[in-house]
């Protein structure tokens, strides 16, 4: 057990190493292969890329195996926890990210945008920030000790606001009417990345405890699976970039342009949540979780939406693809902070 944690340990003191050469590896890769990359990024179930889920399906697993439903029921003795997400996820989050697109897209560049652009990067922005994140929550909870129970009920009260807010937000933000739901990528994305993780880890969790005992499971098989997640992610960042090699060598400036109101607003999220959370006083297990939530994205819905309502190469779809690429990087930033303030 002690080797795992002094990997664990290796991997989160040389974070920012790997995720740097994770993102250069990605786009020489990218670079290389280039149009030869379209056979992985085109290999999609209603928008969801297959290779990059069974990434995520590897990362999410850790966490699902670890679930007690017995212990679900409990999630009502500690409402503040689900009051925290709905409140940054769909009263502030939104609009903040929408404020956001607005300063920089509008008037800090609009030197280097021209309007009809500038209002293509903000619906860009307001579709990601209208959509929290579903799968990749269960990796950082996982890698921050979330309550495992806890981020399935916050994630799956989120996924059933989002099916009702979703389009009144969005319609609301962008001042347009033609928008639907593909409800398609909805379904397939919570399958994949909720109910079957869910499944899987429930049966396997209950074979291997019959056959090696609980403590077995607990020292050693949960353990196990830690390198199993961290390989996972840094291959899925590898393979994001790969996708969006050439992109990112042919506007790098526009990419810069975008990333920049991006990240601000995943930063602010975070700590504008972490910070009402503490006031609240959660325990760390929710109150980490709940914060991951409201700064990552449903990126999968976004863009969907974004190719549905634009186009495929227009400047709403190019700011839902940035927000993938900076998503991971900057998520594993606040899982090392989350860390470090543990409580």
Known sequence: MSNNTDAMGFFERYLSVWVGLCIVAGIAIGKVFGANMSVLSDFTI??????????????????????DFAAIKGVK??????????????????????????????????GYLSPELAKEYIAGAILLGAAPCTAMVFVWS????????YTLVQ???????????????????????????????LFTSVVIFVVIPLLTG???????????????????????????????LLSTLILLFAFQGDKILQMPFHILLIAVPLAIQTYFIFF????????????HCILSPGSMIGASNFFELAVAVAIAL??????AALVTVVGVLIEVPIMLNLVKLSNKWRY
């Open 46 to 67: 209603a928008t969801v890329n297959v290779p990059v889920a069974i990434l995520v399906w590897l990362m999410i697993y850790p966490m699902m195996v670890q679930i």
């Open 77 to 110: 003795d500690n409402p503040k926890g689900l009051v925290l997400t709905l409140l940054i996820n769909w009263v502030i989050k939104p609009f903040t990210m929408a404020f956001f697109a607005w300063v920089f897209f509008e008037h800090l560049y609009a």
């Open 142 to 149: 996982y890698l921050t000790k979330g309550d495992p129970e």
């Open 155 to 185: 994630v799956s009260i989120n996924d059933l606001v989002l099916l009702v807010a979703f389009v009144p937000i969005v319609k609301f933000l962008l001042g347009v009417t033609n928008i639907v739901i593909p409800y398609d990528v």
């Open 202 to 232: 429930y049966v396997s969790q209950k074979i291997v405890v019959r056959m090696f005992g609980e403590d077995w499971f607990k020292s050693v098989f949960l353990p196990a699976l830690k390198p199993v997640s961290i390989v996972a």
């Open 272 to 283: 504008l949540a972490w910070g009402i959370g503490k006031k609240m006083k959660l325990p």
């Open 310 to 315: 634009f186009g495929l190469n227009s400047g």
